[in-house]
Nanobody, 117 residues
Framework: QVQLVESGGGLVQAGGSLRLSCAAS????????MGWYRQAPGKERELVAS???????NYADSVKGRFTISRDNAKNTVYLQMNSLKPEDTAVYYC???????????WGQGTQVTVSS
């Protein structure tokens, strides 16, 4: 049973930084793509950043230059370093991973990020 444990959310002032972590476990196959999505109140869930097993990255235009995604394959953990945070970054952030071989996707429980102005 694949499990994702997220941590690192919280309340921060505009211009501040947070680092999100998502540890994946329960798969003997490992994981291919890993990423972060977010959903603000009244809005659809959107991709923030993703990273392949080969560490190729993709970012939403709104976070380019401010957020950095990385992963530790030995720990099956993906990170999201968020700098220069803005109030519009306020959302619930969800970890998403794709299991190798099965190609099934799994979601974390979500962690709240609130940026005050």
């Amino acid at each position: 049973q694949v499990q994702l444990v997220e941590s690192g959310g919280g309340l921060v002032q505009a211009g501040g930084s947070l680092r999100l972590s998502c540890a994946a476990s329960g798969s003997v196959f490992g994981f291919n793509d890993m990423g972060w999505y977010r959903q603000a109140p009244g809005k659809e869930r959107e991709l923030v950043a993703s990273i392949t097993s080969g560490s190729s990255t993709n970012y939403a235009d709104s976070v380019k230059g401010r957020f950095t995604i990385s992963r530790d394959n030995a720990k099956n953990t993906v990170y999201l370093q968020m700098n220069s945070l803005k109030p519009e970054d306020t959302a619930v952030y969800y970890c998403n991973v794709r299991q190798a071989f099965t190609y099934r996707y799994f979601w974390g429980q979500g962690t709240q990020v609130t940026v005050s102005s």
